[in-house]
């Protein structure tokens, strides 16, 4: 069995330790933090706790709900809604759009005819950016309300051109609903008051876990790292942060986005109606998301708090989803060499990949060591 180095201490990083260490592999995990868990880790404010946005296991994975459900048990959010606020409306409607809210839209009879126009398989000749695509599927009067506008300060760009076509939506998700909610996916959150915590616990375990330690060298190609005053030496490296850090930026810089959350406690009980978890933004008020986390932990209490999300340039949370930024990316993970894998968001430099994808990643990484 091998020795194993795991960068980062998210839901990857803390997967791929429990698999390996499972395996027979001796596994040290690093954390630059003084906790594990990144931004899914349970925070506290005003009495109330939080984790960096709203953190709920979205997946048809029946192993990866099976590995976090077996260390942290899930509860199934059924009654999981979000809404989109369009300010010139003004006007509350469903996120993603359904067919029904056009009906209550001051522009409902222009609308309808524009979707009428439409390709009915949201399809253009090429389409050659995010704009054409979008206004293709939706048409350009909702494209304008409730696309163009968050897109923009949601990526700090200057036109949505910028992005290719399809680059910033689920593709399990429709755009425009006409039915229920599509089934493929569940919805889930930890029903312990502290979230993934005991999954970020347990998960590592049995590894050496060492927080608050920063990687002062990296030498990939002999598999070995400078950290704490010396050098140390592995049969693999398994990392979840940028590629461009652990080859210490040899071909430049990534371009990234983050978010800044701020935080807000009303002495209401619920601020959001029933069901209601999350309001986003379209318009051009500078954040993007209001989260409400007591209907997301469950919590009781007089009060409860908000999370007000805006987009910032002051942390790297989301790779862009730009063709240049991607190209870059692919080269510095396919100079990595034999036995260094990246995974995760930041490992694989992939804004779409979420809490399930990046926890199968390590599956199946640690399936081929």
Not at 162 to 180: D, H, K, M, Q, Y
Not at 320 to 330: G, S, V, W
Request: aromatic letters at 10%; hydrophobic letters at 40%; glycine letters at 10%.
């Amino acid at each position: 069995m091998g020795n194993v180095l795991v960068i980062g201490g998210g839901f990857s990083g803390c997967a791929a330790a429990l698999l390996l260490a499972e395996r027979g592999h001796r596994v040290t995990l690093v954390e630059r933090a003084a906790f594990l868990g990144a931004g899914g880790r349970t925070q506290r404010y005003g009495g109330h706790p939080y984790t960096f946005g709203p953190r709920y296991l979205e997946t048809a994975d029946e192993d990866v709900f099976a590995l976090v459900h077996r260390h942290a048990p899930l509860r199934l959010i059924p009654d999981h809604e979000t809404l989109t606020f369009a300010e010139a409306d003004p006007g509350f409607y469903s996120f993603p759009l359904h067919e029904d809210d056009v009906e209550r839209m001051p522009e409902r009879d222009r609308i309808r005819s524009e979707i009428g126009a439409r390709d009915p398989a949201g399809r253009v000749d090429a389409p050659a950016d995010l704009e054409a695509y979008w206004v293709n599927i939706l048409g350009p009067t909702l494209y304008a309300k409730f696309i163009e506008t968050y897109t923009l300060k949601m990526w700090n760009i200057g036109s949505n051109k910028e992005l290719p076509a399809g680059s910033t939506w689920s593709p399990n998700t429709p755009p425009l609903r006409s039915g229920p909610r599509a089934a493929a996916t569940v919805y889930a959150f930890p029903s312990g008051g502290n979230g993934y915590d005991d999954f970020f616990e347990k998960a590592t375990s049995d590894a050496e876990v060492l927080l608050g330690t920063a990687i002062d060298a990296f030498d990939v190609e002999r598999r070995r790292v400078h950290l704490r005053g010396a050098w140390r030496s592995f049969d693999v490296i398994i990392s979840t942060i940028s590629p461009e850090i652990v080859l210490d930026g040899a071909f430049g810089p990534l371009r990234w986005m983050g978010r800044e959350l701020w935080k807000l406690v009303l002495p209401v009980a619920e601020a959001l109606p029933a069901g209601v978890h999350a309001v986003y933004y379209a318009g051009r008020e500078p954040f993007t998301r209001v989260v409400e986390y007591k209907k997301i932990f469950r919590n009781e209490g007089p009060s409860t708090l908000l999370g007000i999300e805006i987009p910032s340039t002051k942390n790297k949370l989301f790779p862009y989803p730009i063709e240049k930024e991607r190209a870059l990316a692919r080269r510095y993970l396919d100079a990595l060499p034999e036995n260094v894998f990246s995974i995760g968001r930041a490992g694989q430099y992939d804004w779409s990949l979420g809490i399930s994808a990046s926890i199968r990643q390590a599956m199946e990484v640690a399936r081929v060591l």
